[in-house]
C-alpha cells in the first residue's frame, strides 16, 4: 500500500485526500513512481494483508508482482508451477476482488496490472511465466467489463526491455546492444516512460479507457 501525500497526488493530478494506492511489489524491476514508497513487504501472505486491511478504502491498485523460472516444460515440478501462478496470477485475483468491490461501491477506481510481452507471446521454457501472465490478461479483460459501469478502469501494461538496473546487471554491455538492435525503436525503453504510462492508466484523466493490454515495447512485438 502506497501512504497518500500532496506531492504523490499531485504527480498524479489528483486530489490527495482522495489518493489511495496499494501496491503488490515482488521484484521492482522498474518503478511505477519515485515519489511513492512500498508498504507491502516482499513474500508477505496477501490474505493476511487483505484481512489486515479489510476496512480500507482504495482508490488505485497497481499489481507489479512477477516471478520467473526459465525451464522446459517438461522439467517443470507442481510446486515451481504453483509459486509462479501464486505470484503472478492468484495474488493479483485476491487483491483486485477484494479491493475491487469497494471501488464499485463508490463507483470510482483505477486498476493496473503489469503483465508482459509474454501475456501474448511465448518461447521455450516460457511455460509457467506465459500462463500466469496470459491469465492475467484474461482476468483483466472479465474484470474490466463487469467493473466499467461502476467507473472502475482496469487495464494491463506489458512493457518491452527496459534499461533498469537489474537489465544491466544481468546482461553484458554487447548482449544490451544486441537486444537493442532488434528493438524497432533500436534502443530499450527508460523507466521514466512506463512509468508515465502507467501514470495516465491510474489517473483520473483515464475516464474511458479499460479493458486494454498497453504494450511499450518500441515495436520488437510487432516483428
Not at 489528483?14 to 515519489?35: A, C, E, G, M, P
Not at 521514466?192 to 515495447?217: M, P, R, W
Request: with cysteine.
Amino acid at each position: 500500500m502506497y501512504q497518500k501525500s500532496h506531492d504523490q497526488a499531485r504527480g498524479l493530478k489528483t486530489d490527495s485526500s482522495q489518493l489511495f494506492l496499494l501496491i503488490n511489489i515482488l521484484h521492482n524491476s522498474y518503478q511505477v513512481s519515485k515519489r511513492a514508497t512500498p508498504l507491502l513487504p516482499n513474500h508477505y501472505p496477501v490474505q493476511k494483508f487483505v484481512a489486515e486491511h479489510s476496512s480500507d478504502s482504495v482508490d488505485i491498485l497497481v499489481n507489479n508482482a512477477g516471478e520467473n523460472v526459465v525451464q522446459p516444460l517438461a522439467e517443470v515440478d507442481f510446486q515451481t508451477w504453483s509459486t509462479i501462478q501464486n505470484i503472478n496470477l492468484n495474488a493479483p485475483f485476491l487483491l483486485m476482488q477484494h479491493f475491487g468491490v469497494g471501488m464499485c461501491q463508490k463507483r470510482n477506481g483505477r486498476i493496473l496490472n503489469i503483465a508482459s510481452l509474454f501475456s501474448f507471446l511465448s518461447k521455450a521454457g516460457r511455460a509457467s511465466y506465459t500462463s500466469s501472465k496470459s491469465g492475467l490478461l484474461g482476468l483483466t479483460r472479465t474484470a474490466a467489463i463487469e467493473w466499467a459501469p461502476y467507473n472502475v478502469m482496469v487495464n494491463c501494461l506489458s512493457p518491452g526491455f527496459v534499461n533498469t538496473e537489474l537489465t544491466r546487471k544481468n546482461n553484458t554491455d554487447e548482449k544490451i546492444k544486441e537486444i537493442s538492435s532488434l528493438i524497432p525503436a533500436g534502443r530499450m525503453a527508460e523507466p521514466s516512460e512506463i512509468a508515465k504510462t502507467a501514470a495516465f492508466l491510474v489517473s483520473e484523466e483515464n475516464s474511458y479507457l479499460t479493458g486494454q493490454n498497453i504494450v511499450v515495447d518500441g515495436g520488437i512485438s510487432i516483428l
